[in-house]
């Protein structure tokens, strides 16, 4: 049974910090492009970063680069995101996805597995 376990979301005054954490479990982990999209109330889910498969590279969206880390420990089937200088706007639920082999798309429709999400709530 395939299982994405997103943990580490809560509630923090805008620039500061948040580690998520989404622990994985079904499936050959270390075979899987790894990552992080968020959803804003009435806004459609979007990319925030992401490892390749072979975890040799990692993607991030504009909005959150220089400020996020995505990073994955295959000994742990375990996919991090560091979010530092947290601000408002950062506000959404937290989801967790991989996709086989994949190589890191910014697509919803290339990932094959989904977390139930976290709730980050930024406040200014």
């Known amino acids: 049974q395939v299982q994405l376990v997103e943990s580490g979301g809560g509630l923090v005054q805008a620039g500061g910090s948040l580690r998520l954490s989404c622990a994985a479990s079904?499936?050959?982990?270390?075979?899987?492009?790894m990552a992080w999209f968020r959803q804003a109330p009435g806004k459609e889910r979007e990319f925030v970063a992401a490892?390749?498969?072979?975890?040799?590279?990692?993607y991030y969206s504009d909005s959150v680069k220089g400020r996020f880390t995505i990073s994955r420990d295959n000994a742990k089937n375990t996919v991090y995101l560091q979010m530092n200088s947290l601000k408002p706007e950062d506000t959404a639920v937290y989801y967790c996805?991989?996709?086989?082999?994949?190589?890191?798309?910014?697509?919803?429709?290339?990932?094959?597995?989904w977390g139930q999400g976290t709730q980050v709530t930024v406040s200014s």
């Open positions: 996805t991989a996709d086989q082999y994949g190589l890191g798309s910014r697509s919803t429709y290339e990932y094959d597995y």
């Open positions: 079904g499936f050959t982990f270390s075979q899987y492009a």
């Open positions: 490892f390749t498969w072979r975890a040799i590279n990692t």
